[in-house]
């Protein structure tokens, strides 16, 4: 089984409309140009039309960093799934942040993700332990929660992306090992095996997230059960996604 290795670029709350569009024109011929893996950006909200516009004749999709579960109505500051649908190919959801600075729940995040595969957008559904769970031996017991309460009712055939990103490991410039990543994203596919089954399991993809850089990549890609990166900080210099996204291709090429 052969799944299309991936490099999401989470932008945060970070670049201006004009900012946004500079960074999308600068880094387009490079990342345009990658065969074989997915190339994502996340920009910010104001940004995202502007970004479709750039991206329209390009193969480099497009995602948002949030998204709300209801069509529309009365959600003051919220965006809809109908609002993304046709612009982005893929949703940021369950971000660490969304978890830890505004409080969303496993289940708050299971109806996202069930509204965004009803609206044919993909999610990137982010899960990860925090240091404290790590130190006191408790990722995979965190992990399991998570993957099971927000995969629950779920059916992977949506294109559902997983990203694990230990919390420790989140713009902290302390990236988990390549082993270390590798086997905590082997016990993940085998959490979705059990609940799902081997067709499934093989073919959802799991990015790595936490202070990836154009140093650490090639090892990172270099594991078996890593299909890509969900990338911070580095997905904000144009020079650095692109050799990003380059070394992804050229590490999974090598083991066609
Ligand atoms: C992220 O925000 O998803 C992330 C992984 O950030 P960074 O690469 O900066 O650690």
């Known amino acids: 089984m052969t799944r299309i290795p991936m490099i999401a670029g989470n932008w945060k709350m970070n670049t201006t409309v004009d900012q946004a569009v ?22 910010p909200f104001v940004s995202i039309k502007p970004a479709a516009d750039l991206l329209k004749k390009s193969s480099v999709k497009l995602g948002a960093q949030n998204m709300y579960f209801e069509e ?21 959801l369950g971000h660490s942040e969304r978890r830890h600075i505004f409080g969303e729940t496993e289940a708050f995040i299971n109806q996202k993700i069930q509204a965004a595969i009803k609206n044919l957008i993909k999610p990137i559904f982010c899960v990860g332990e925090t240091l404290e769970q790590n130190e006191t031996g408790c990722t995979e017991e965190t992990l399991t929660h998570q993957v099971m309460a927000s995969c629950d ?11 694990y990103e230990p919390v420790w490991a989140i713009g902290t410039g302390k990236s988990a090992t390549a082993e270390q990543a590798q086997r905590t994203i082997s016990f993940i596919r085998q959490l979705v095996r059990h609940r799902h089954g081997d067709e499934i399991a093989n073919a959802v993809r799991i990015l790595y997230g936490g202070s990836v850089t154009a140093a650490n990549i090639a090892e990172l890609m270099q594991q078996p059960d890593i299909d890509g990166a969900l990338v911070g900080g580095a997905s904000l210099k144009a020079e650095d996604f692109v050799s990003i996204t380059k070394q992804a291709a050229e590490i999974k090429a090598g083991f066609k």
């Open 153 to 163: 009712k779920l059916y992977f055939f949506g294109g559902l992306v997983i990203a």
């Open 72 to 92: 529309k109505g009365a959600f003051t500051g919220e965006i809809s799934p109908d609002m993304l649908a046709g612009l982005c190919d893929y949703v940021i």
């Open 22 to 43: 500079n960074l999308v024109t600068d880094m387009l011929p490079g990342l345009d140009a990658v065969k074989d893996v997915d190339r994502v950006v996340c920009p």
